[in-house]
């Protein structure tokens, strides 16, 4: 596909599948917005070397997106948006009685209503330009829950409302929305993780991987970011001109269930 010329802004996007689908869609010629809350040296070298890896204008923003204005801000000064991955998210985990409250806001706040504030900021100029692609990264929990994430499955549900109302709005427009859900995802996050456990359950490490990080993805492998940003990447082809308003599964069949 090519998608030289358009600018994609991935929220998220400085690491794990942010970064996985910021390099799958360079890879297909988007000029390409980087973005985190912080803003270190290394957080614009990287928006450089995916410059020069692809040969594609790449630049990052700090927006903290638990602030509606950043988000809109962010927008902004992306100077133009064609691509939309709403992308950034955080995880807490505890039994609803226990959930500090102000965990609760955030995780909403980053997971759910960033999406809006961005959304709402990028439409327009996609309106203005002709031509726009929003693809959310949702979650298996977008479509299934689990017990002591309340906030984090209450946020991927309601993203996955969002992009349905997103995408009637833009229907007779050459706009789509979709959602994107994976399952667990091998990022340098989750691999941290495994030592632990295997200490924690006394099991090697083929036997952690099968029988507790992804007791509930049948296939009992990880997705890639790879394979993520590849799907995003998809949506945004021509391929994809009749796709809007649904959800795609990256879980190994975890929603099959």
Same mark, same amino acid.
């Given at each position: 596909m090519d998608l030289k010329g358009k600018t994609a802004i991935v929220t998220g996007s400085n690491s794990g599948i942010g970064l996985g689908v910021a390099e799958a869609l360079a890879g297909a010629g +988007? =000029?390409?917005? @980087?973005?985190?809350? $912080?803003?270190?040296?290394?957080?614009?070298? @990287? +928006?450089?070397?995916?410059?020069?890896? /692809?040969? #594609?204008?790449?630049?990052?923003?700090?927006?903290?997106?638990?602030? =509606? %204005? %950043?988000?809109?801000?962010?927008v902004t000064d992306a100077g133009g948006c064609d691509i939309l991955v709403n992308n950034a998210g955080i995880q807490h985990v505890a039994p609803i009685p226990d959930f500090p409250a102000a965990k609760w806001d955030a995780v909403i706040a980053i997971n759910l209503t960033s999406a809006f504030h961005t959304t709402a900021a990028a439409l327009p100029g996609m309106r203005a330009r002709g031509w726009g692609r929003v693809v959310n990264v949702a979650s298996a929990h977008g479509l299934t829950a689990s017990p002591f994430k309340s906030a984090? #499955?209450?946020?991927?549900?309601?993203? #996955?409302? @969002? $992009?349905? #109302?997103?995408? @009637? &709005? $833009?229907? &007779? &427009?050459?706009?789509?929305?979709?959602?994107v859900c994976p399952g667990y995802v091998l990022t340098p996050l989750v691999e941290s993780q495994i030592p632990d456990q295997m200490k924690t359950h006394g099991m090697d490490r083929e036997t952690v991987i099968r029988q507790v990080m992804l007791a509930r993805q049948p296939s009992k492998q990880f997705a890639t970011v790879e394979? *993520? =940003?590849?799907? *995003? +990447? /998809?949506?945004?082809?021509? +391929?994809?001109?009749?796709?809007?308003?649904?959800?795609?599964?990256? %879980?190994?069949g975890w929603t099959a269930l």
């Open positions: +988007a =000029g390409v917005i @980087l973005n985190s809350f $912080t803003d270190r040296p290394e957080d614009h070298a @990287l +928006a450089d070397s995916l410059s020069a890896r /692809f040969g #594609v204008p790449c630049r990052y923003i700090s927006a903290d997106m638990s602030r =509606g %204005d %950043d988000c809109r801000r962010l984090y #499955v209450a946020a991927k549900h309601g993203i #996955v409302g @969002l $992009t349905k #109302v997103t995408a @009637l &709005e $833009t229907a &007779e &427009e050459p706009i789509t929305c979709n959602a394979q *993520v =940003g590849g799907t *995003v +990447a /998809f949506l945004c082809s021509p +391929a994809a001109d009749q796709i809007t308003g649904t959800t795609i599964s990256v %879980d190994g």
